[in-house]
């Protein structure tokens, strides 16, 4: 994280305690932001393997699912999971004052993507076409 400081408020710390996970915008970054054991953690609202969104998934222990394809993060580091610790989201700086939450939106963690094998269609229950992009005309 650099010494930047950019922080925004992006809401009232008693109504974002009342869910666990959420996605949110502070300015015009997407932001998951999380609430669990009084303390609240901000990553990026977008995940590392297809980009879905973070905080519409759901919290297990201190790491947020990923709703998509099930990729998990550590709600404050963003670091990936044991075994997957290459793997992770920018994290941002979060500070309550006088009752309200602020992110610190200059100063997040560098994304990092480890290199992973391609998913098997099969695997994620989809369906393909017989068809192929020559035979379409793609």
Known sequence: MTD??????????EDLARTPLKSCKAATTAIAISFRDGQFG????????????????????????????????????GVGEPGFEEDRVPAFPVKVESGRV???VAAPSRR???????HQPALLGLRLSARTCAQVGG
């Open 4 to 13: 930047k400081e950019d922080w925004v408020d992006i809401g009232s710390a």
């Open 42 to 77: 901000a990553v990026s609202n977008i995940c590392n393997h297809v980009g879905g969104p973070l905080g519409e998934g759901r919290l297990d222990g201190d790491y947020i699912t990923c709703p998509w394809h099930g990729w998990k993060f550590h709600r404050r580091t």
């Open 102 to 104: 602020l992110v610190n």
């Open 112 to 118: 990092t993507k480890a290199p992973h094998k391609p």
